[in-house]
């Protein structure tokens, strides 16, 4: 199924060449949504970019194209407005053909893609002896929405959890830990992952004050990286405890990953450097091998280098990015490397993918992006903290959410003097207000901050997932009421679009195979998010002007369909963005 758009597309650059010669054979046709609905549904503007190239006045040119332009079972005949638009109506007749195609595709006109790629996306990656905090949740619900999209249109993703889980800082704690509670180093779970937390904050004050405590840390590193069976067995349980407790919050908003910590690419630091030495592009600063690059300088306008091995011999982030890169495209296959970090990031990984360009170590036919997020924020436009200034822990923002929707959802049911059993409430508590959260998250512009506010999440109206899901269950409800088997309604139904809220549902429905795709390559899973609020908005207009189960057939099965369409969209959509749909609210 072709979206309207590509179709009108090929159809004008037929024209384009019919009319003017093989030379505008592939011009831009500069199609556009029409600005006012009263106009048609698309305008095409090329006219007035074609007027200087052939000499021709405009509206001469929109002429030509129109006697030469062959969409008759698409639109109703073009019309020339203004200088030379070329204003087109998509005929019923269309809609109606293309509505039922969508209905009975079972992935509603979106077809895999025919050049389907490795996908390697690197998201979420707390730190091992941290617990997660609101910094890791945009990374986590944005990778996962951009891994659920790409999965969708048939790519083979590989979603990388790249842990904090090796380096200095386990060095620092397992040196703390043997003075101030060794049990932890040889007994599982002997601390519970906060006190852990608490500890690694003492030993990063030691650290940072005692010489002595910092060599002994140092020392730890050196017999971590060795092997030495004590400490590497301390490190190991240090790990495993933060891995259940991150796949705890994992678990809850559902999501996968495969773990390929800093101590995965630890074995391979050393042949980059090797690499890089080779090609003569170490350079010793102040005892460390870097390399410069072009374009990237500090504050005072020097040229900024990329350290790869520090002067005492040891490696640094930079090294590890340098090592996962080469492994993704050389061992994984990958085609596409992905990125999900905070924007703070931005520069760091500019520089590691130039210094890797440099290298040769990226094909041409590699792409490899970092896609940019801003901060969680709370209602003082500031960064999201707690009273004490410390970030607000994950797991208690996400039990917050649950408590408040639960209290609103109890409220309700009262007020509606609706009787519920607790299985219900809370699952519905934890559906919508988990989605509460990823849907707050996503509707943004990634690249922006966004103002954190239960208040606004979980309104049952505006642009919010709880406004989603009603209108999902919505359908239910006429489901419910009407007796109806949506699953062999759709075998014989006929489509009929007559009143201008069902068109306009309709030509709605139709632009979900371009969304998603144009998502595919922009990675803004916000676009989705929008085109799921409007639909849920045009839903609601339809709902409330035309009857569905009053209506005589065969209008009763027609809008049944648009219905049944509807909240199959929603799920999709929403399923795309982790976000799973209720039967009832």
Not at 277 to 282: N, R
Not at 362 to 384: A, M, S, T, Y
Request: glycine content about 6%; hydrophobic content about 40%.
């Amino acid at each position: 199924m072709f979206s309207t758009t590509s179709q009108l597309k090929a159809r004008f650059d037929k024209a384009f060449t019919t009319a003017f010669g093989e030379n505008l054979a592939g011009t831009d046709p500069m199609l556009t949504a029409a600005s006012n609905p009263n106009f048609g549904d698309f305008q095409c503007n090329a006219a007035m970019s074609l007027g200087k190239k052939l000499g021709k006045p405009p509206r001469a040119i929109a002429q030509t194209i129109i006697e030469n332009l062959d969409i008759a079972d698409i639109c109703e005949t073009p019309e020339i407005a203004g200088p030379g638009f070329i204003n087109l109506k998509l005929k019923p007749a269309y809609l109606e053909a293309q509505v039922r195609a969508m209905a009975i595709d079972s992935r509603l006109g979106i077809a895999p893609t025919e050049t389907p790629q490795k996908v390697a996306i690197d998201f979420s990656s707390p730190n091992i002896a941290k617990e997660m905090h609101v910094g890791h949740l945009r990374s986590t619900i944005i990778g996962d929405a951009i891994a659920r999209i790409l999965e969708f249109l048939g790519h083979d993703v590989i979603r990388i959890n790249h842990i904090g889980d090796w380096g200095t800082q386990f060095g620092m704690l397992i040196a703390y830990l043997r003075e101030v509670h060794p049990e932890a180093l040889t007994t599982a779970d002997s601390l519970d992952l906060g006190d852990l937390v608490a500890f690694y904050r003492q030993a990063k004050q030691r650290f940072d004050a005692d010489e002595t405590f910092k060599e002994t840390a140092r020392q730890e590193v050196v017999k971590l990286q060795s092997g030495a069976e004590d400490t590497r067995r301390a490190w190991k349980l240090l790990c495993d405890q933060s891995r259940r407790e991150f796949q705890v919050i994992y678990n809850l908003l559902d999501i996968k990953l495969t773990e390929r910590g800093e101590s995965f690419y630890n074995p391979l630091l050393p042949a980059v450097v090797e690499d890089l030495t080779s090609l003569g592009l170490l350079v010793e600063s102040d005892g460390a091998k870097c390399v410069f690059v072009d374009g990237f300088t500090n504050k005072e306008g020097e040229p900024l280098p990329l350290i790869v091995q520090k002067s005492d011999g040891g490696y640094n982030y930079a090294t590890t990015d340098l090592a996962a890169i080469r492994y993704r495209i050389q061992e994984d296959g990958a085609k596409r490397i992905i990125y999900v970090t905070d924007s703070g990031q931005a520069n760091h990984f500019a520089q590691v993918f130039a210094v890797a360009r440099k290298a040769n170590w990226i094909p041409e036919d590699v792409e490899i992006v970092h896609v940019p997020f801003g901060l969680v924020c709370g209602e003082d436009g500031k960064r999201l903290k707690t009273r004490s200034g410390d970030a607000v822990r994950l797991q208690d923002l996400l039990d917050e959410a649950i408590v408040r929707t639960r209290a609103d959802l109890e409220t309700r049911l009262e007020d509606e003097k609706r009787q519920e059993t607790e299985e219900f409430i809370t699952h519905v508590s934890q559906v919508v207000g988990l989605s509460a959260v990823k849907y707050a998250d996503l509707s943004q512009n990634r690249a922006s901050n966004y103002v954190f506010s239960y208040d606004k999440m979980l309104a049952l109206q505006g642009n919010t997932a709880p406004y989603m899901l009603y209108a999902y269950v919505r359908v239910q409800g006429i489901r419910r009421k009407g007796g109806i088997d949506f699953d062999n309604l759709d075998a014989g139904a006929k489509v009929i679009l007559e009143s201008d809220a069902e068109l306009v549902l309709a030509k709605h429905l139709l632009q979900l195979n371009e969304v998603v795709n144009a998502v595919g390559g922009d990675l803004l899973p916000n676009r989705i998010c929008q085109y799921l609020f409007e639909l849920s908005q045009k839903f609601n207009q339809f709902f409330e002007q035309c009857p569905v189960l009053k209506a005589e057939e065969p209008l009763r099965s027609s809008r049944l369909v648009l219905c049944d369409l509807t909240a199959r969209t929603l799920q999709l959509g929403l399923g795309l963005l982790g976000i799973q749909v209720l039967e009832r609210m």
